[in-house]
Each structure stands twice: as C-alpha cells, then as structure tokens.
C-alpha cells in the first residue's frame, strides 16, 4: 500500500510504499529526503499543502517571536519531530506572519499545537511541553484513532 506524503523541503506530494517509509525516500521534485527530522516552518501555503495532500498526521505548533514559553518550547519541539519523525509531520506557523491560518484555527493562546490528520483537525493542546509529552499526546491521540 502508498501513501501520500508532503516533500519537507519543496512541499511536492510523493506518493511512498508504507514499507518503504523509513528508507528516507528522496523526493521525485528535489531530489531531498521527503521527510525530515526536522520541524517544517511554513507559510500558508506550505501549510494548506500539507493540510490537504498528507496523509502522514500532521503536528502544528503555533508560536510567535515575542513569546517566551514558545521560545522555551522550540527545542522541545524539534525534538520530538526527531522521535516522531516517521509517525508524523511536524511544523510551525508563526502567528506574526500566519495570521490568517491562526484565525481560522482560533488561536487564542500559545504556544499551541493542533494535531491534523486526513485533513481535519482531530486534537489540540495549549502551553508548553517538553518533547517527551509532545510525543506521548500525539501517540495516545493517534492509538485512540485521532480523537
């Protein structure tokens, strides 16, 4: 069976044998690993990208310059794309430059994560958390079906 997976580094969907998925297939566009261990920071239409064609699960983090519990959680966060990184797409939309993803999300506070997956948002969680709790949430959400 293939799934559909969103390039991190061009955003090009890569259709990828599930058996496959932990070989680090390249990209058929850039040539570049399609999934990376890495947070994607993305624009919006990175974002809609991967909303739309990914069928990995997608994990946003939402934050802004000025915060300090995001700045605290950044290192967090890239950490637990590093242990997630076959499970899940991990990214992060600056609320600064994001403003319109933030507000069809209702952010209200951040840091904030919403966990998406075929496209809908199944979870959300606000505040700060450390790469073993980011990882924990987005496994027993996953397990539970996404909800």
């Known amino acids: 069976m293939t799934i559909q997976v969103v390039c991190a580094h061009c955003a090009r969907p890569n259709r990828i044998p599930e058996s496959r998925l932990t070989d680090d297939p390249k990209c058929g566009a850039c040539k570049q690993p399609v999934i990376d261990s890495r947070p994607i920071e993305m624009s919006e239409a990175v974002f809609l990208k ?7 699960p997608l994990v946003v983090d939402f934050w802004a310059p000025w915060c300090g519990p995001c700045q605290v959680m950044a290192p967090e ?8 990184k076959y499970t899940a797409t991990l990214g992060k939309v600056n609320t600064e430059t994001g403003q319109q993803i933030a507000g069809q999300f209702s ?39 996404g909800a």
């Open 50 to 56: 991967h909303l739309q064609s990914n069928q990995l």
């Open 77 to 84: 966060f890239a950490k637990a794309a590093e242990q997630l």
């Open 107 to 145: 952010i209200r506070s951040i840091p904030a994560m919403i966990l998406f997956q075929n496209g809908r948002e199944v979870a959300r969680m606000a505040g700060a958390m450390s790469a073993a709790q980011i990882q924990q949430w987005v496994q027993s959400t996953l397990a539970k079906g």
